[in-house]
């Protein structure tokens, strides 16, 4: 996996890098902060961003929106001391895909990028806890639902997204391609106007669009 480094503290960049670089990653450049992560992420197009929230100039949550806009493909978990909710939640909402505080172990941290090569999202229970809590709060507000425009293979697939099943065991239970499942996972995505596959579990849960939930 191919990794950029963002974060305003070189020394730490430096730990992590030889860390990943153990691991069998390729660590292919680093930032300093987040107009740099924006532009090296252009530039490099790695697979994986570590990024952290908060930096001199451009915030990791502002260059997580810009680059997420821009390649969608690449994957960007913030690596953070910050364990105020409101960056947590900006941070899911701005498309990343994991979060993690930098107070984690080494062998957490590895378990969490190989979750992210397998296409998963990095984030520990607590912090999945309190997503969850978040997206069904009763008075969150949020856009109306319209299962009406959802096929009955998206809802197959929105069904087994809630029981936690990633692409490749999706299309597997489904009998169909990962491609197919990822393109209906997609279609989703957009119909629900939801962000994330955690905010699409939790609304599906929270506004009943799955059968016995």
Not at 166 to 176: M, V, W
């Amino acid at each position: 996996m191919r990794v950029l480094l963002a974060d305003d503290h070189t020394l730490f960049r430096d730990g992590v890098g030889s860390l990943i670089s153990a691991w069998g990653h390729d660590v292919v450049g680093q930032a300093s902060n987040g107009e740099d992560a924006v532009a090296l992420a252009d530039r490099l197009k790695p697979d994986l961003v570590l990024m952290d929230v908060r930096m001199p100039g451009l915030s990791g949550l502002a260059a997580t929106q810009r680059i997420k806009a821009e390649h969608p493909e690449i994957a960007i978990v913030m690596l953070t001391v910050s364990e105020d909710e409101d960056d947590l939640f900006t941070a899911i909402k701005a498309g990343a895909q994991g979060y993690l505080l930098k107070n984690l172990e080494s062998t957490q941290l590895r378990s969490m990028l190989e979750a992210v090569g397998r296409g998963e999202a990095a984030i520990t229970p607590a912090t999945a806890a309190r997503i969850i809590d978040e997206f069904l709060r009763p008075d969150r507000p949020h856009l109306p639902a319209d299962p009406d425009r959802l096929t009955e293979r998206e809802l197959e697939v929105l069904g087994l997204v809630t029981q936690g099943l990633r692409n490749k065991e999706i299309a597997s239970r489904l009998g169909i391609s990962e491609n197919t499942a990822k393109f209906h996972l997609k279609n989703i995505l957009e119909k629900l106007h939801a962000q994330s596959r955690t905010e699409l579990a939790a609304r599906a849960v929270r506004e009943g669009l799955i059968p016995g939930n």
